[in-house]
Nanobody, 123 residues
């Protein structure tokens, strides 16, 4: 599986961005999909993840109520809608695919990674 993330950019605090991640191949629905982020000088951390059928989700505490993950298996795409953005959300955001039956938030569990998209939130 190859993953291509897009949608990052520069936004003011309080603004919104929608990230997309398109997967190649015909087995997209077999993967749990996750978003992770890494800020300069910090370790990579999980943001959110979604089950294979889209019925279950996981959110990091800081993402709850502000971020929404969704997927369209017909389009091989997972989305991350980010609202009420804060300067501390500034990071490179990565999508990842996990060939698993349950949602896992640990990055090491994921099998495939996209190249990342930069999100910068100005104050």
């Amino acid at each position: 599986v190859q993953l291509q993330a897009s949608g990052g950019g520069l936004v003011q605090a309080g603004g919104s961005l929608r990230l997309s991640c398109v997967a190649s191949g015909r087995t997209f629905s077999s993967y749990v999909m996750g978003w992770f982020r890494q800020a300069p000088g910090r370790e990579r951390e999980p943001v959110t993840a979604i089950s294979r059928n889209g019925h279950s989700t996981y959110y990091a505490d800081y993402a709850k109520g502000r971020f929404t993950i969704s997927r369209d298996n017909a389009k091989n795409t997972v989305y991350l809608q980010m609202n009420s953005l804060k300067p501390e959300d500034t990071a490179i955001y990565y999508c990842a695919a996990d060939l698993a039956t349950v949602i896992r938030s640990t990055g090491s569990a994921y099998d495939y990674w996209g190249q990342g998209t930069q999100v910068t939130v100005s104050s």
